[in-house]
Each structure stands twice: as C-alpha cells, then as structure tokens.
C-alpha cells in the first residue's frame, strides 16, 4: 500500500511499496544528495524525523553501525535504508546542497595564529543579523541552530577572503578584525569589501535557500572603524582565543547598532572612507553621539536602507 511522506520545507511525496524514503525523493524530482549511490556506507542522505518516527522501518545494519560511530540521535535516519510503514511521517533533508555538505561532515578547524600582547592600527569589523528573532520563535531548534551555522558560514568566507580575523561570536553577530599582517589602508580596504561583499551574498543566499526552504529572509547590519587597539592572547586557556581591547572597539560596535537608526545595512566612520583608495559610493553622511566622546561623529553610510524598517528600541524594565 502506497503511503505519503512530507519534506518539510519542500513537498509531500509518494511512496510506493517497497520504496526507501531515498527512492522516493529521487523519483519526486528532489536533489537528495546520496554520495554512495544509496548503500548505506555514507551519511549524505541523512533525514531528520520530525514527525511519525514509528510508521518508519527497524534500523538496518548498515545505520546501526554509522550510529555507533557517528552518535546519531535516534530521529536521525539514512534515507536509503529507511522505508515508510504508515502515514504521517515528516522529515527534513539535513544536507540539501554542497555547503551544508561541508558543515556536517567538516574538516578540522584551521590553527589560529597566535600574537601576544600587541598595540597596532586594525580595521575593526562588527556585524549583526537583524529580523532574526521571528525566525527564531517560528522555527526548530535545529532550523535555528543550521541557519546560524549556515549565516556564520558565509561571513567567516567572506572574512577570510579578504584576509580578516574573526575574534568574538556573541548570538546572531560576530566581531572581526583586518590588518595583523598589511598596512591600516589596506586593512580598511579590506574591511569595507568583506561587508560588501556580505550584502551580495545575503542577497544571494535569501534568494536561493531562505525563500525556497524557509519563507523568510535575512538583512544584516556592519559598522567599521580604524584605530589603535591591543591585541593578544588573555591566557585563560580557553581555546586560544584572542581578543582584541581599546576604545575604537567601542566605537565600531556602537556604529553597528546605530545602522538601525540611521536605517542603513552598512555604516563606516569618516576616518575609515578617508583611508579608502577606491571609496564606494556613500548615500549620504550622517552625525551620531557616543558615549565618552564630546562632540558628535562623523559617519558614512554605504549600505542600503533596510526592507523592513527595524523597531525603535524600547527601554528595558
């Protein structure tokens, strides 16, 4: 007897007897990844169960023995060797497309290169996801964690294309640095064509994965500002991590968030366009008040202004 699974985010499909859930997808026209051929000897088209995980069949040896090696929770299933018993199952495909492909089955991280206690110029980066709750009240846990990974992902290629240095994660933004290794005007050259080239491929990434599998999209904030901070290694042990100190940190993150104000995806300090060789074009120039600093700052906005204009901030209680 024919039954029907859903792919969540995708469509529901037809399951003929005697079909595994692989079978099934692949004759639905879904791009269901299966590097082995669909033997059972690789994880590519791994599902995760999110609903009816008892109409699905008993563990074949084959997922018995990747479990124990990989240490798959139990509604994660290889969808070559699974079949439907009954109706009501929903899965989702965990690997839909090359890069996930290289988040889940990742090599080990590169080595960071340790600097003590240095003072120097830098270029500093910070960037934030904006509209990032409603996905976050909406969606899975595992939607929500593989989205993050899948964002950060594309921040940290567009970083380290440009020869950056991410320092600190913190929620849905994250904080880098560029020039440990080239001149302060190189390093906010660099600084300003990572955040424009993040702006392509949000844009790229929200047409091609978030709409399709999600419904949603994402729009970001960037602040950068140059100066002369300390950097080094804090020595707690904690995965040689490093940390950047001064007060332009300060400033550069304060022009992240203000990109809500002024309502632009890309906010730079005057200091920093004056360094630039090839400046890209500023919609406009504006004046924000920092916490410390007498008189007000100069900024440039080069971004665009924002789909859904941000809420204003309300004042905690």
Do not use: W
Not at 163 to 192: H, P, R
């Amino acid at each position: 007897m024919p039954f029907q699974i859903d792919f969540r985010g995708e469509k529901a499909v037809p399951v003929a007897e005697g079909q595994t859930i692989l079978e099934a997808s692949l004759a639905a026209g879904i791009p269901h990844y299966h590097a082995c051929g669909g033997k059972g000897q690789c994880t590519t088209c791994r599902v995760l169960v999110l609903e009816g995980e008892e109409n699905l069949s008993q563990l074949t040896s084959y997922e018995k023995a990747i479990k124990g090696v990989r240490k798959f929770p139990d509604n994660v299933r290889l969808a070559c060797q699974t079949h439907v018993m009954g109706e009501g199952v929903s899965v989702q495909r965990l690997i839909k497309d090359d890069l996930d492909r290289h988040i889940f089955i990742n090599e080990a991280e590169e080595n960071i290169t340790e600097v003590m206690g240095e003072r120097r110029k830098l270029a500093l980066f910070f960037i934030d996801i904006r509209n990032f709750t409603p996905f976050i009240e909406s969606h899975l846990p595992f939607d929500v964690i593989h989205i993050m990974r899948r964002v950060f992902a594309l921040f940290r290629n567009a970083i380290e294309l440009y020869n950056g240095q991410i320092i600190d994660t913190a929620g849905d933004g994250l904080y880098a640095v560029f020039g440990l290794k080239t001149s302060i005007k190189k390093a906010a050259e660099a600084a300003v064509l990572t955040g424009l080239k993040i702006l392509d491929d949000i844009k790229i990434f929200n047409n091609t994965y978030m709409r399709p599998y999600f419904n949603h999209t994402f729009e970001v904030g960037i602040g950068v500002h140059v100066g002369k901070v300390i950097y080094g290694n804090v020595g707690i042990g904690l995965s040689n991590n490093l940390t950047v100190m001064g007060f332009p940190v300060n400033i550069a993150a304060r022009l992240q968030a203000a990109t809500k104000e002024l309502n632009n995806s890309f906010v730079i300090s005057e200091r920093t366009f004056r360094m630039l060789k090839n400046p890209p074009y500023a919609v406009g120039c504006d004046y924000i008040n920092l916490k410390g600093v007498s008189s007000a700052y100069e900024v440039k906005l080069i971004g665009k202004p924002y789909h859904t204009k941000p809420a204003p901030l309300t004042e905690e209680v």
